[in-house]
């Protein structure tokens, strides 16, 4: 099982900037791609992909904080940050940090999520 601790949520005013944090532990050895989805208020649906990145760097980001938001990570440190920058109120959302682990004997993709850091955004 893979646990998730997640830092760096809060506050911020329109425009400004705020630096998210994951940090990976326990059966991490199978991590391929670490990722942030959002939630926000009365959304009952599926998460939004904010950002992910895979082992081999490769990075895809959701088209609404294309341009805004950084991830990096350090794959030997099972670490991703998300930099977001020019942050608007329809950012406002809790923050998941996500991690999909392969399993070769059981050739399946596992998903496993991090309990969640609020982010608001409001003058």
């Known amino acids: 099982q893979v646990r998730l601790m997640e830092s760096g949520g809060g506050l911020v005013q329109p425009g400004g900037s705020l630096r998210l944090s994951c940090v990976a532990s326990?059966?991490?050895?199978?991590?391929?791609?670490m990722g942030w989805y959002r939630q926000a208020p009365g959304n009952q649906r599926d998460r939004e992909l904010v950002?992910?990145?895979?082992?081999?760097?490769?990075?895809k980001y959701g088209d609404s904080v294309s341009g805004r938001f950084t991830i990096s990570g350090d794959g030997a440190k099972k670490t991703v940050y998300l930099q977001m920058n020019s942050l608007t109120v329809g950012d406002t959302s809790v923050y998941y940090c996500?991690?999909?682990?392969?399993?070769?004997?059981?050739?399946?993709?596992?998903?496993?999520w991090g309990q969640g850091t609020q982010v608001t955004v409001s003058s």
């Open positions: 326990g059966s991490i050895f199978n991590i391929n791609v």
């Open positions: 996500s991690a999909d682990s392969y399993d070769p004997v059981a050739a399946v993709v596992s998903r496993d």
């Open positions: 950002a992910s990145i895979r082992n081999d760097g490769r990075i």
